[in-house]
Every structure is written in C-alpha cells, then in structure tokens.
C-alpha cells in the first residue's frame, strides 16, 4: 500500500521559515512526480508546487513563487517544500500527493491519486 | 493561468438521485487533463477521475466523467449516502495546477 507520510508543520511567525517534509513508501518512488497542494481549513485546494521524477522539471504558483522550493532526495524516498519569507495568508494545511503516471517523464502533469493526511502550518505573531 | 468555475455551489439531493456537476474553464484544457476529487470532512481528497473520463482505480462505475476543452462534467448516476461530499476539478494541463471552487453534494 502507498503511504505518504508529511511532518514538519507548525506555528511559525511571519518573515520565518519552514521546511516540510514527505515520506513515501509502498512504491518506487522515482517513477513518479510529487506535488504540494494545500487547503485552509473549511476553504478550497491549492496547488502549491510540483516536481518531476529526477527534478528536472519544477513548478510553482505564482503565490509561492520566489519564497518556497520543491525539492526531493529519491535515495530517501522523500519530498521537501522549503518555505521562506512565511505570510500569515500561507496558513494552511499542507498535503504532499503523488503523481497517478508512472515513468521517467519530463512532465510533472498529472493527476494526484495518492494524498498524505497533511501537515498544519500556522503562520501568526 | 486557468481559471475554473464550478456550479452548482451546491446541489441538494436525495439517495438514489442522479448528480450532475460542471466544471468549466477560462481556456481550453491541454489534452483533457481534467480530473475530479471527492472530499468528506476530515479527509484528503480522493481521487476519482482523471484524463476527463477514466476512473481511477477502485472508483465505481455510478462516477462517470465527460467533456472537452472548456466544459467538463461528473456524473453520479445514483447518490449512495457515501457519496454526500465535496467535490473539485482539476486542471494539469498547464505548468500552473488549478483547482475549480468545489460543489458540496449535500443530503436533500
């Protein structure tokens, strides 16, 4: 079974930063991109970020871009969102979810069939 | 990057009623990569469509997706009580994902 496990939320203050984390097992994790995708509570998706098989290729959303980055260690089976210069509007929960196309693609476009339960990140003075 | 809208915001039915929500987007979807997810409180999405009209693995068949280009649309041929939920489409045609608003099928 695919498990994706996220850690590293928190209460934070505005300016700071934080690094989430993404652990992935029951599959082979370079045969798939990773993405970010986050939810206030009680409001809708946000697609964060995304990333490719052996990070070649990276996307953001233009509300994060410039302050957080995607990065993943396939040795460790792990996705990481670096978040810098925090705003008390990234307040969310943060969920890591796997890509549903498996292969070496250049792509990260694909749909999202496995989600972690998410990590609260609380940004407030 | 693409905006979609969802309608209804929500959609009141009974168990055993059929469902049919829309997705529209501000431009066309590349290659229908257009998928749906279903959300109940307290839970990640799930998902329940993908490519506009394949089921992801495990999803029944009363979930059926359909369209193209800018006007999409999911269809639960008859509601179970498990399937009063939030749901979202999604574009992943583009270097920037979206996500439309959300319905919320809701118990009549």
């Known amino acids: 079974e695919v498990q994706l496990v996220e850690s590293g939320g928190g209460l934070v203050q505005p300016g700071r930063s934080l690094r989430l984390s993404c652990a992935a097992s029951g599959l082979t994790f370079d045969d798939y991109a990773m993405h970010w995708v986050r939810q206030v509570p009680g409001k809708g998706l946000e697609w964060v970020a995304g990333i490719n098989w052996n990070s070649d290729n990276i996307g953001y959303a233009d509300s994060v871009k410039g302050r957080f980055t995607i990065s993943r260690d396939n040795a460790k089976n792990s996705l990481y969102l670096q978040m810098n210069s925090l705003r008390a509007e990234d307040t969310a929960l943060y969920y890591c979810a796997k890509g549903h196309r498996s292969g070496s693609s250049y792509y990260y476009y694909c749909a999202l069939d496995v989600w972690g339960q998410g990590t609260t990140v609380t940004v407030s003075s | 990057e693409i905006v979609l809208t969802q309608s209804p915001g929500t959609l009141s039915l009974s168990p055993g009623e059929r469902a049919t929500l829309s997705c529209r987007a501000s431009?066309?979807?590349?290659?229908?990569?257009l998928a749906w997810y279903q959300q109940k409180p307290g839970q990640a999405p799930r998902l329940l469509i993908y490519?506009?009209?394949r089921r992801a693995t495990g999803i029944p068949d009363r979930f059926s997706g359909s369209g193209s280009g800018t006007d999409f649309t999911l269809t639960i041929s008859r509601l179970e009580p498990e399937d009063f939920a939030v749901y979202y489409c999604?574009?992943?045609?583009?270097?920037?994902?979206?996500f439309g608003p959300g319905t919320k099928v809701d118990i009549k």
């Open positions: 999604h574009q992943y045609g583009s270097s920037t994902f979206t």
């Open positions: 490519g506009a009209s």
């Open positions: 431009q066309s979807v590349s290659s229908t990569y």
